[in-house]
């Protein structure tokens, strides 16, 4: 099966880059890239061409953070710092999934958005129940999100008779989703202890040996904020630093990924670079639940692999355009505020991190590389301003921060076109 599409190609090859390949064609056989090329290649001659005018086709984005069960919630709650916050807000919504009609509706509607936003790959934590984590990955599958989901393990300082798991069940039930979600194709499932204060050390031991037994990824939460970090070190008074209380048990490799790192010194920093852990930006969340200004341009500087994460709902924005302007922004909240001075995110920097970088994690090759499965999508902006021409890249700048309605016009994931504003 051929797929080639017209339009004005701009994509992320590497760090700060941008290439733009105006009237360029996008070609994927059988859903793998092929090539960008400026004029089609005579091999496809005849081939029908789905032809996007002078629209942008850019790579879909990744969203390597976000529950899925605080969508219910999103853009409320926001009047507390992250442990109030965790209690008085994010438990109490994550409870409701325990009925699975109430599941099964709210993750159909949250699956059609992230594809309608553009969002084709996701590291996605549910919540604690079996059930509706299933349900999240179908119905994920079904509108044509891929990536990984987390069945939430979390056997203390939950919610007492709301939202709570013996470590017994939370094992029990570890294993039951595993088995259940095996004949998944486009999304498998990821360890996911909520955070070190939320799971035993038992509990934790259990999850490393079946990452290791079973090669599975895992995802958390690392040094987001001073009370957590003070609260960890309380709990685990034999590790120095937060990270040490997953790579004791087994959690903290290159299939590991870390939301948040606000505070995460050198130290911490090099334990992420050393081991190939992936620090996941939440730049929205971060300011929402008075986290802090995680220091990504020193991340970058030293080599670790950063992406991006809306974390709806301590995030508020689910569409990755508006998670990328607000990664920019705050590191610019960074540059004024911290005494080195970091450099401020550019425009492609921020462009890369929310599409190439987080594809990474998925095994992709940075920007159209030949060899990735399609994830591209289709922006028009030809309803904005048009008092001069813009070049590729100011068009793709001004989408970060400024799109039409209905913007986004059509999606594909993994090889196959999953939207279509046409209908
Ligand atoms: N740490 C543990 N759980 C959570 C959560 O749900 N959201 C955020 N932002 N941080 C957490
Ligand atoms: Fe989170």
């Not at 999934?97 to 549910?126: H, K, Q, W």
């Not at 999606?411 to 939207?419: E, L, M, P």
Request: with cysteine.
């Amino acid at each position: 099966m051929l797929t080639i599409i017209k339009g004005t190609i701009v994509s992320a090859p590497a760090l700060g880059r941008l290439d733009a390949t105006p009237n360029g064609y996008l070609v994927a056989e059988n859903g793998v890239i092929q090539g960008v090329f400026p004029t089609l290649p005579e091999r496809y001659a005849g081939a029908p061409v789905e032809d996007w005018g002078d629209d942008l086709v850019l790579q879909s984005f990744a969203d390597l953070h976000l529950h899925g069960a605080q969508y219910p919630m999103l853009g409320t709650g926001m009047d507390l710092p992250l442990l109030d916050w965790l209690n008085a807000y994010a438990f109490p919504t994550e409870a409701r999934f325990a009925d699975p009609d109430y599941a099964r509706a709210i993750y159909r509607r949250l699956a059609r958005e992230l594809i309608e936003n553009g969002t084709t790959r996701v590291c996605m934590f549910s919540s604690l129940h079996t059930d509706a984590t299933l349900i999240l990955m179908e119905e994920l599958e079904k509108a044509g999100v891929t990536g990984y989901v987390g069945k939430v393990n979390m056997d203390r300082n939950a919610a007492p008779g709301v939202l709570e798991e013996t470590t017994e069940d939370s094992e029990r039930a570890t294993l039951r989703w595993l088995e259940a979600s095996r004949d998944l194709r486009l999304v498998k499932p990821m360890l996911t202890p909520r955070f070190t204060p939320s799971c035993t050390d038992g509990l934790m031991a259990f999850l490393g040996r079946l990452a290791a037994e079973r090669d599975l990824p895992v995802q958390s939460h690392l040094s987001e904020n001073d009370r957590e970090i003070e609260w960890v070190r309380q709990l685990h008074p034999d590790c120095s630093q937060y990270w040490e209380t997953y790579a004791k048990f087994g959690l903290w490799n290159g299939r590991t990924v870390m939301a948040h790192c606000v505070w995460s010194d050198e130290r911490e920093r090099a334990a992420m670079k050393e081991a190939g852990v992936t620090a996941v930006h939440c730049p929205d969340s971060n300011v929402n639940v008075c986290s802090g200004t995680a220091p990504v341009r020193a991340m970058l500087d030293e080599g670790l692999k950063v992406a991006l994460g809306s974390d709806i709902a301590g995030g508020d924005h689910l569409s990755m355009f508006d998670v990328t302007a607000s990664a920019i922004r705050a590191s610019k909240v960074r540059r004024m505020t911290d005494p080195a001075r970091p450099a401020f995110l550019t425009v492609p920097e921020g462009w890369y991190l929310a599409t190439s970088a987080g594809a990474a994690f998925f095994g992709e090759a940075p920007g159209f590389a030949a060899g990735n499965p399609l994830h591209a999508i289709v922006l028009s902006d030809d309803e904005l301003p048009q008092p001069h021409p813009l070049t590729p890249q100011e068009r793709l700048e001004r989408a970060v921060y400024l799109r039409q309605k209905g913007a986004v016009r059509a999606v594909w994931s993994a090889g196959r076109k999953v939207f279509s504003a046409e209908g």
